[in-house]
């Protein structure tokens, strides 16, 4: 099915039921997928058929409905290993999402392995879910939380992570592609330099899921996380990956059933990998819509994928680049999927309300990234961003929408 859908992209368009509406009595534009991507038909119907047939809680009920979902609950966990490449299921957990995840690993590895004195290296170019959790452990260990520069054109180098490491860095955590700029990062080489100095290896992994193919083996990082709910499947679902080795060594984040494998009030057995990190009942719908999703993406292929999102990205640049007034934020030689520019004349939101009105639907603001965009003196931009639904038709709708925003605005 999903081969023939790809030689028509008005087909595959067809199966995100979200598409076929109209905002303001206009074809709705979609370019908010870095907040949350549409879903496709399959993710929707695997979430609906678990409610309507397998509706049961999972690992503990011996009647049918508990053992189909049960199944279908682990071959998701399969699905999702063989997505990033882990090489065990053991290494898979199921969290809420990446805030979640990297929660956990601060609360565990942090907790446990940090000291006084100790650092943790970011980049300047991280999620507020890649700090806060990082200063929040740093507050209670004594640790020092330290920052390896963005470069001008919006990239962090391997050479300004080098510079950041010390002795004294304990953990690296960086995102493998910025939400606020589309910005690659180098998190293959990175990992190989932090490693040589001993630290362990976090890699935020939400923003490049969807777009790219990711191999926690070749990365060689220690943890990986991911959001199901920008992989197009649903929201209250992701992944932790954690290297068996390390994640052995951690303790439960939070207590509860399922995590363990016996209670007495003097003392409790933890439950072996993974679900020594699953306390109590989880998304279940979400995880078999998670499979799905990822079954989706791997059906379609990564190749065309990734050849179509580039060549809307250069499209999309071309279109903004092209107006004047407007200045394109972030221009890493290795970036995908994103759009981040400031209209001369016209404030962002004010921006992304005219665009609404033209049924154009895009982000505003910092994007839960306030220190890059402040790295480029900014309080906020407008940011398109890229779906494999998404055509060149859409992207010129945008830069007609920009266009009588500044008329509007006299701009």
């Given at each position: ?25 206009k074809p709705l534009v979609y370019l908010d997928s870095a907040a949350t991507s549409l879903k496709p038909r399959c993710v929707i119907d695997a979430v609906r058929s ?116 010390t002795d004294r860095t304990k953990i690296v955590s960086v995102a493998h592609v910025s939400n606020a700029l589309g910005t690659v990062l180098p998190v293959k080489e990175i990992a190989q330099v932090a490693h040589e100095r001993g630290a362990w290896v976090v890699v935020d992994g939400a923003q490049a899921a969807p777009h790219l ?199």
């Amino acid at each position: 099915m999903t081969s023939q859908l790809w030689e028509s992209h008005e087909a595959l368009r067809q199966e995100f039921p979200a598409l076929n509406q109209e905002i303001y009595g206009k074809p709705l534009v979609y370019l908010d997928s870095a907040a949350t991507s549409l879903k496709p038909r399959c993710v929707i119907d695997a979430v609906r058929s678990v409610w309507e047939s397998d509706c049961a809680n999972i690992h503990r009920g011996v009647h049918t409905l508990s053992q189909r979902a049960t199944k279908r609950y682990e071959a998701a966990r399969e699905s999702l290993r063989r997505f990033v490449g882990a090489k065990s299921s053991r290494e898979v957990v199921f969290v809420r999402g990446a805030t979640e995840g990297l929660n956990l690993i601060a609360a565990t590895l942090g907790r446990t392995k940090l000291t006084p004195g100790d650092e943790v290296l970011v980049t300047g170019l991280e999620h507020h879910a890649n700090i806060v959790p990082w200063q929040l452990i740093c507050e209670a260990t004594g640790a020092k939380l330290r920052v390896a520069e963005v470069s001008d054109d919006g990239s962090v180098t391997v050479g300004a992570v080098r510079a950041a490491l010390t002795d004294r860095t304990k953990i690296v955590s960086v995102a493998h592609v910025s939400n606020a700029l589309g910005t690659v990062l180098p998190v293959k080489e990175i990992a190989q330099v932090a490693h040589e100095r001993g630290a362990w290896v976090v890699v935020d992994g939400a923003q490049a899921a969807p777009h790219l193919p990711v191999n926690v083996q070749d990365i060689d990082c220690d943890f990986y996380v991911l959001s199901g709910h920008k992989l197009y499947g649903p929201d209250g679902i992701g992944i932790l990956y954690g290297r068996e080795a390390v994640l052995s060594t951690l303790p439960p984040y939070q207590g509860g059933g399922d995590m363990i494998l016996s209670v007495s009030f003097e003392q409790t057995l933890y439950n072996e990998l993974p679900y020594r990190f699953e306390a109590g009942t989880p998304s279940i719908a979400g995880a078999v819509g998670l499979g799905a999703a990822v079954e989706f993406l791997a059906s379609l292929g990564w190749d065309r994928i990734t050849a179509r999102e580039h060549e809307l990205l250069a499209a999309g640049t071309a279109i903004l680049e092209a107006i004047p007034g407007v200045r394109i934020i972030g221009q890493a030689p290795e970036k995908i999927g994103v759009l981040s520019f400031v209209v001369e004349g016209v404030h962002p939101h004010d921006l992304g309300t005219i665009l609404d009105r033209e049924g154009v639907a895009i982000r505003t603001g910092h994007h839960c990234a306030q220190p890059v965009i402040e790295r480029f003196g900014l309080s906020a931009t407008a940011r398109a961003s890229l779906g494999l639904y998404n055509t060149l038709g859409e992207l010129e709708e945008l830069g007609r929408a920009v266009r009588k925003a500044q008329e509007l605005f006299g701009s």
